[in-house]
């Protein structure tokens, strides 16, 4: 069974930051893209960043370029996300998940999901 376990949230002021973990099992981890997806309530889900395990390469939104940082741990078949200048916009649920064909920013492209952790920003 997969499973996807996201860490890391909490209440941080504008300006803050604050680093998310996606633990990850029951999946070969180097075969998987995993992504960040973020919610805010009434909104669409957006992809956020992914990385791709197998080589390392990394997609970014606009939104969060060079504020946020994707990076992944192997060995600990874990995937974090450090976020840096946090804007009270970059408040709501994230998601990690993994995707076995794609990748990349687009939420239908991913197969498995965590519950998600919830991340508010103070201004």
């Known amino acids: 069974e997969v499973q996807l376990v996201e860490s890391g949230g909490g209440l941080v002021q504008a300006g803050g930051s604050l680093r998310l973990s996606c633990a990850a099992s029951g999946l070969t981890f180097d075969e998987y893209a995993i992504g960040w997806f973020r919610q805010a309530p009434g909104k669409e889900r957006e992809g956020v960043s992914c990385i791709t395990s197998s080589d390392g390469s990394t997609s970014y939104a606009d939104s969060v370029k060079g504020r946020f940082t994707i990076s992944s741990d192997n060995a600990k078949n874990t995937v974090y996300l450090q976020m840096n200048s946090l804007k009270p916009e970059g408040a709501g649920v994230y998601y990690c998940?993994?995707?076995?064909?794609?990748?990349?920013?687009?939420?239908?492209?991913?197969?498995?999901w965590g519950q998600g952790t919830q991340v508010t920003v103070s201004s």
């Open positions: 998940a993994a995707s076995r064909y794609g990748g990349g920013l687009r939420y239908y492209e991913y197969d498995y």
